[in-house]
């Protein structure tokens, strides 16, 4: 059974239940997921970028005198 067919609010509001077997918004949940996993490793390349560029990088030293 899948975890779509066994949520206890799908289970308590009806309604809820209906919109919820639509794979419609399944597929939308799927791609919002995608989307944030995109954005998450984005926002990590930005975070890492400056360890891996090293220390010359970070302090702006250009290598001229």
């Known amino acids: 059974m899948l975890w779509w067919d066994r949520n206890y609010f799908a289970a308590t509001l009806p ?16 791609l919002v997921g995608v989307v944030t996993v995109i954005a998450g490793l984005i926002d990590l390349r930005a975070a890492l970028a400056p360890w891996f560029s090293g220390p010359a ?9």
């Open 57 to 65: 990088a970070e302090a702006g030293d250009d290598g001229r005198s």
């Open 15 to 30: 309604w809820l239940h209906t919109l919820m077997a639509g794979d419609l918004l399944r597929g939308v949940v799927s």
